[in-house]
Structures are given as structure tokens and as C-alpha cells.
């Protein structure tokens, strides 16, 4: 069967709960109306820890030896209205990685092949040490430090990935970019019709709160000793 992270089955589950959550709630009748109250799942798979860090498994075949399983065990309820759950992650996290400009759909199947579909999955590995060092061997033709950097303005939660990705097609390609660029520069690297759906002042708005933030006052945090200047990353000793 196909190996999948954590996060994909996770993802998995959710779709399918969902479904019956909502095939229940559509089911009312002068009898009664159900909801889902709690799931409990005992799921037998196969795991193991990518090269990249990744925690993957792959779903037990009926005729795998017990001792080389391991049991992941969930208890699944619908939140109450008045619980806090967290928020949700930006919007840009989950757009596909084929937004970013430049990146050949070679390099693109290439992590797709590593389970790295969205701007989410690139970020959450590359923020590792590990992740990042698997991801500068592979031998791919794409800047790996720019990449991060475009990436991160996609999943920045101060503005519309909308945004974000016009800024891209304009050449603006990371988030201290854009927090650099002065008022009058603006029209000339966002369309015409975003600046009208979305103002000025908005985005002037949107421009400080990136500002104000950690990694634009301080430059890129990146771990390893990556240079933050989307250069091209030497292998130390090379």
C-alpha cells in the first residue's frame, strides 16, 4: 500500500469524519437527528523516519508480523462551540507549490515524490536542519534559499495569499522584500486590479504589520548558518 506522513493520513481521517459528520446532519427525521459525538481509531501501520525527518507510514497488510507494527491510537469528538481549538494555519500554507515562479514541474514532482505538495509541507520540512541538509543534496536545479524565502511570503498570515503571489509574479520574493519597498514603489510591483480590490492603504496596513515582525527586523532566520540573501548554500567543507 502507498506510504503516507502523518499529516496525510491525518488529512485522510479528517475527510472522512467530515463525511459522516455531515451524511448524519443531513440525516434528520421525525425520529431523531444524529451526530457524530466521539470516534476512537486503532490504526496498525508500518513506520519509519524519512531521510528528511518526515514520520511516514503505510497501512498494515493483513499478513504483517504484529511485532513489526506500531499501533497509532486516536479518540476523535467534534469540538465543544466554546473550546479553544487553536487557530487555523494561514490560507498560503496550503496553496500548491506550483505558485512559486520559476520552479520547473521537474523539481516540483521531485518533492511532490518526498510527499511535499503544498507551500506548508516545503516549510515544515526545510525548517529543520535535517529537512534542509536532505533537501541541498538532492541535486535539484533550483534555489534552494529563495525558494524558502518565496515560500514564506505565499504562507505569511499578515496578508492574502492573493497577494502574495501577485508580489511574486512582480519579482518581490520574500517577505523582507516587500517590508523594504516605499509607498510609491508599490503600484509598480502589484497588478492594477488587486490594488483596486484591496487599496492601498490596506496593503500599506498589511506592510507594517509584516515590519513589525521578528524575522523581517532581524533578516531570515535560518537554521544551519543558511545565508539569508537567497544565495545559492555551499555544503560547509566544500
Known amino acids: 500500500m502507498a506510504e503516507l506522513t502523518i499529516q496525510e493520513l491525518g488529512e485522510s481521517l479528517v475527510q472522512a469524519l467530515t463525511g459522516v459528520q455531515r451524511s448524519l446532519a443531513g440525516s434528520a427525521t421525525e425520529a431523531g437527528r444524529y451526530l457524530m459525538n466521539e470516534v476512537e481509531l486503532d490504526v ?3 513506520l519509519r523516519v524519512g531521510p528528511d525527518g518526515q514520520v511516514l507510514v503505510t497501512p498494515a497488510e493483513s499478513d504483517d508480523p504484529p511485532h513489526q ?6 479518540t476523535v469528538r467534534p469540538a465543544e462551540a466554546d473550546e479553544a481549538i487553536g487557530l487555523p494555519l ?3 500554507t496550503d496553496r500548491p507549490l506550483s505558485v512559486i ?5 521537474v523539481v516540483i514532482q521531485r518533492l511532490n515524490s518526498l510527499h ?5 509541507d516545503f516549510l515544515r520540512v526545510t525548517s529543520t536542519v535535517r529537512g534542509y541538509r536532505m ?3 538532492l541535486g535539484l536545479d533550483f534555489d534552494l534559499d529563495k525558494t524558502i524565502e518565496q515560500a514564506k511570503l505565499v504562507a505569511s498570515p499578515e496578508m492574502p495569499h492573493v497577494l502574495a503571489e501577485d508580489l511574486l509574479r512582480h519579482g518581490v520574493n520574500s517577505r523582507v522584500d516587500f517590508a523594504r519597498l516605499k509607498r510609491e514603489q508599490l503600484p509598480q510591483v502589484i ?9 492601498l492603504d490596506e496593503i500599506i496596513r498589511i506592510q507594517e504589520a509584516i515590519r513589525a515582525q521578528p524575522d523581517v527586523i532581524f533578516g531570515s532566520a535560518t537554521p544551519d548558518g543558511r545565508k539569508p540573501d537567497g544565495g545559492r548554500r555551499k555544503e560547509r567543507g566544500k
Open 69 to 74: 507494527l506500531t499501533r497509532i491510537r486516536l
Open 90 to 92: 494561514p490560507a498560503g
Open 44 to 46: 496498525p501501520v508500518r
Open 101 to 105: 515562479p520559476n520552479l520547473a514541474e
Open 191 to 199: 497588478s492594477d486590479r488587486l490594488l483596486e480590490i484591496i487599496g
Open 135 to 137: 533537501m541541498a543534496q
Open 116 to 120: 511535499l505538495y503544498t507551500i506548508g
